[in-house]
């Protein structure tokens, strides 16, 4: 029996140009959706851990390493195993803006990083 965790959430960041392509396809879709912009509602390090689960990835995945924070924590050096997990997160919480975006929980509890439409459809399709 499936179970419905509720409307899907969008994190995004209003200045990004995928974020605002997501939406645009949220709305044509007429899909029932909250959006958070996680750089002012910025996620805890429980929330990302719970994202990160849905996902199925891990904190370096969804990191934009390209960023001025990252550059300056020095992030690509970071070690990317077990032991470093919570020190990236801690990062992820701290500096928001290194998380990748938008990252949509679908209605089964699963979440996509929805830089492509493709993705965007998964999301919408989970449920």
Do not use: F
């Not at 029996?1 to 645009?24: D, F, H, Q, Y």
């Not at 689960?53 to 370096?60: A, F, M, V």
């Not at 990236?88 to 979440?111: N, V, Y």
Request: a negative charge.
């Amino acid at each position: 029996m499936s179970r419905t965790v509720g409307p899907m959430e969008i994190w995004i960041n209003p200045a990004c140009s995928k974020c605002r392509s997501a939406l645009s396809l949220l709305d044509a879709e007429g899909a029932d959706y909250t959006v958070r912009r996680y750089l002012e509602d910025v996620p805890s390090e429980d929330e990302i851990r719970g994202v990160l689960t849905r996902l199925g990835l891990e904190p370096w995945d969804i990191t934009r390493t390209q960023e001025a924070d990252a550059k300056e924590l020095g992030l690509k050096d970071w070690a990317r195993d077990e032991s470093s997990r919570d020190r990236w997160i801690a990062a992820l919480s701290a500096h928001p803006k290194l998380i990748q975006r938008p990252i949509i929980t679908a209605e089964d509890g699963t979440a996509v990083v929805g830089r492509s439409e493709e993705a965007v459809r998964d999301a919408l399709g989970r449920g």
